[in-house]
């Protein structure tokens, strides 16, 4: 009978002990990169305005690091440079569920003034091609004031062009009703 326990009992402990010196080990070396500037967002914020001292705007008094976002579904931070130059960080659906993580550049008067691609999830060849700057330079100038039925989609992927539209929609919006929080303006 010893025999026959012996072994799951000190496999268990061995599986306990492991574990326990992974939490430590994790515990010891986390880094918390919610609400950090990646080289990947501070090359987008670069690609749409150029240099600048881009800084994520983060919730204030919590120890954990929060990204602003006004409570809008789908965004996932809000940048600016504190002068004008803001951007909105968001993912939207397009034929995939959060397929366009998205970055887009707001200017002063509210209008779309660039878009960057975080990562595509969209079908490659069909939904991957609202990638390409004659889509994108469509939706350059995209203000709250702009009909989406005034903008053509690309051919054969409605669904990719339709989330576009709608995650500028969303960034103008949402710049549009927080301005002055963004801004530290009210």
């Not at 500037?37 to 150029?50: E, K």
């Amino acid at each position: 009978m010893k025999e026959t326990l012996m072994p799951p009992i000190v496999l268990t402990l061995v599986c306990v002990i492991v574990s326990a010196l992974l939490v430590f080990a994790h515990e010891q070396t986390y880094v918390d990169t919610t609400g950090v500037m990646t080289d990947q967002l501070t090359a987008a914020c670069r690609d749409i305005f150029g240099e600048g001292d881009y800084k994520m705007l983060l919730e204030e008094g919590e120890k954990k690091k929060t990204p602003i976002t006004f409570g809008v579904e789908g965004v996932r931070s809000i940048i600016t440079d504190g002068k004008g130059k803001c951007f909105i960080e968001l993912e939207e659906d397009g034929y995939a569920k959060n397929g366009l993580h998205l970055l887009i550049g707001i200017n002063s008067d509210g209008a779309v003034a660039g878009i960057e691609f975080l990562s595509i999830g969209e079908t490659p060849g069909v939904g991957t091609k609202v990638q390409e700057g004659n889509f994108i330079s469509r939706l350059i100038g995209y203000s709250p004031d702009t009909d989406d039925a005034s903008i053509d989609g690309v051919t054969a992927a409605t669904f990719s062009s339709k989330g576009m539209k709608a995650a500028c929609r969303k960034a103008v919006e949402l710049y549009k009703n927080n301005k002055g929080a963004i801004f530290g303006e009210g």
